[in-house]
């Protein structure tokens, strides 16, 4: 757990993100760290994911590189933390730019609302917003699935990109966080079923569901807390294991039954159509643009419940 300047820079970071989002003119002239974990992650696919071997062979390979690629972070993460907090006020400060930037409130907030925007001036526009924050295809939406689209990623993303990071920055300190977002990434590169990656990225996916379980839960758990709405927890345990995914299934159940919708459901990526259940099948199935400000508003409480967290744990290291 963290102690002292680190708890501080946890709970500055937090608000950092939340005010700020993501600078995208910095990146335009820095690479952002998670490019940099990808340009890693996609040296080592391209080195030891060798067609010719077996696929046991390349699943091997796999673990292993998920193993040096989580290792180095961790250790980048340690170098970090150990430098910082010997530079005093400065430190924390630095330290609490290097969670902001790995954690995602602000950006998803603002994709999310864009798609309500977008939504609200032509169905193309909303279509054209949402697919910016998911892998189906657009063209397939009316206006309730690319509300549903945008809520349901809400509540996943919510997991992944902001307790997640959250929680290891908590338990962890930068080793943690850092070691979380390599994992993460790797995921999105290269932990899913197609030819190339079915093998090698079989380490990195089940890496991937292991820290996020945790995280998945606490997400569900938290919705329904700050929507004050326990039966919102007791959907998530009943309609979560209908999920393709072992922690998406939490928070978008928990999210659909506190505000009442059905989400899940068919859906088509690209050419593969795919017979997903419904989740929290009681719900209303025709979400509405106002459904994705509802969303939002439960999305920022679940943020200020973090941000609350983060200064008990100042208060408990002081």
């Keep these: 757990m963290l102690l002292g300047g680190s708890a501080i820079a946890l709970i500055a970071g937090l608000l950092l993100d939340r005010l700020v989002g993501d600078p995208k003119w910095l990146w335009r002239h820095l690479p952002h760290p998670v490019v940099l974990f990808g340009a890693a992650i996609d040296r080592l696919d391209r ?3 060798i067609s010719t071997l077996t696929e046991s062979r390349r699943r091997h390979a796999g673990l292993l590189a998920i193993g040096l690629l989580t290792a180095a972070a961790a250790l980048l993460g340690y170098a970090l933390q150990w430098g910082l907090s010997r530079m005093g006020p400065l430190g924390i400060g630095l330290e609490a730019c290097i969670v902001a930037i790995f954690l995602a409130q602000g950006s998803l907030r603002q994709h999310v609302e864009a798609v309500a925007m977008g939504l609200s001036r032509s169905l193309a526009d909303g ?3 949402v697919s ?6 657009p ?9 549903r689209a945008a809520i349901e990623s809400l509540a996943e993303n919510t997991s992944d990109g902001v307790v997640a990071p959250f929680l290891y920055a908590a338990l962890f300190g930068l080793p943690g966080l850092l070691a979380y977002k390599m994992i993460n990434t790797a995921d999105s590169m290269i932990g899913h079923m197609s030819p190339r990656h079915r093998a090698f990225g079989m380490g990195a996916a089940r890496l991937d569901d292991l820290v996020n379980w945790p ?17 919102a927890w007791r959907v998530a345990r009943r309609d979560a294991p209908k999920h ?3 922690n998406a299934g939490w928070p978008e159940a928990a999210m659909a039954a506190a505000l009442g919708l059905s989400l899940g459901g068919p859906r088509r990526y690209g050419a593969l159509a795919v017979d997903a259940p419904c989740i929290h099948a009681e719900g209303r199935r025709q979400a509405r643009i106002d459904d994705i400000g509802r969303a939002l508003v439960l999305y920022g409480r679940t ?6 967290i983060a200064v008990l744990l100042v208060f408990a290291s002081a």
């Design 127 to 129: 279509r054209h917003a």
């Design 303 to 308: 943020c200020s419940a973090l941000a609350a």
């Design 215 to 231: 995280a998945a839960r606490s997400t569900a758990l938290l919705f329904a807390l700050v929507a004050f709405d326990g039966r």
């Design 244 to 246: 393709r995914s072992p």
């Design 47 to 49: 080195a030891w994911n």
């Design 139 to 147: 063209e397939q939406l009316d206006e309730a699935g690319v509300c």
């Design 132 to 137: 910016m924050i998911v892998g189906r295809d």
